[in-house]
């Protein structure tokens, strides 16, 4: 799957990634964190930070230790959570699995351009939850397409309960 939009949810302002199938016949909304949301906005419109943000952090210690990202996977939906595992080569050879929640794990797959895959039990889950969601309006916002003078903007309407996670 790809990163096939960021949006907003229309109610509650909460940032969405959508992943896409190739062939554009399935989607995966996930909910996630503003931040991760920029991190992910910053990478698909090629902005690059003065100085490494996280995930920047995270693939440049992945390659100095000699470790690849192999592959992300969203593997689970529980309790309308998604769960993702990181596949890692190390530099030895071995492939170890990291527990991570999707929005970083899709984020370090965009940074190191590693294949992202989701579970068919995960689809299928979150295509009977759609069903069962109201749909969205057409006014979301895409936070892909927004410029770099605008998420200044954006940012400074927040308020710090915007950064909040509920866990």
Same mark, same amino acid.
């Given at each position: 799957? +790809?990163?096939? @939009?960021?949006?907003?949810?229309?109610?509650?302002?909460?940032?969405?990634?959508?992943?896409?199938?190739?062939?554009?016949?399935?989607?995966?909304?996930? *909910?996630?964190?503003?931040?991760? %949301? %920029?991190?992910?906005?910053?990478?698909?419109?090629?902005?690059?930070?003065? &100085?490494?943000?996280?995930?920047?952090?995270?693939?440049?210690?992945?390659?100095?230790?000699?470790?690849?990202?192999?592959? $992300? @996977?969203?593997?689970?939906?529980?309790?309308?959570?998604?769960?993702?595992?990181?596949?890692?080569?190390?530099?030895?050879?071995?492939?170890?699995?990291?527990?991570? &929640?999707?929005?970083?794990? $899709?984020?370090?797959?965009?940074?190191?351009?590693?294949?992202?895959?989701?579970?068919?039990?995960?689809?299928?889950?979150?295509?009977?939850?759609?069903?069962? +969601?109201?749909?969205?309006?057409?006014?979301?916002?895409?936070? %892909?397409?927004? +410029? &770099?003078?605008? *998420? +200044?903007? $954006?940012?400074?309407?927040?308020?710090?309960?915007?950064?909040?996670?509920?866990?």
């Amino acid at each position: 799957m +790809a990163v096939g @939009a960021l949006t907003l949810d229309p109610t509650t302002k909460t940032p969405i990634v959508v992943l896409k199938d190739p062939d554009n016949k399935l989607n995966l909304p996930i *909910w996630i964190g503003l931040l991760e %949301a %920029a991190s992910m906005a910053t990478e698909l419109e090629g902005i690059k930070p003065q &100085r490494p943000m996280t995930h920047d952090l995270m693939r440049n210690l992945m390659g100095e230790l000699g470790g690849k990202i192999e592959s $992300i @996977a969203v593997t689970d939906l529980k309790d309308n959570t998604y769960y993702a595992l990181l596949e890692i080569k190390t530099r030895d050879g071995k492939t170890i699995y990291v527990d991570s &929640r999707p929005s970083d794990a $899709i984020s370090l797959a965009l940074r190191t351009k590693a294949p992202i895959y989701v579970a068919k039990k995960v689809l299928e889950a979150s295509s009977e939850l759609q069903q069962a +969601a109201p749909t969205p309006s057409s006014n979301e916002q895409n936070l %892909a397409g927004v +410029a &770099r003078d605008k *998420w +200044a903007e $954006i940012l400074e309407k927040m308020s710090p309960d915007d950064f909040k996670y509920k866990m």
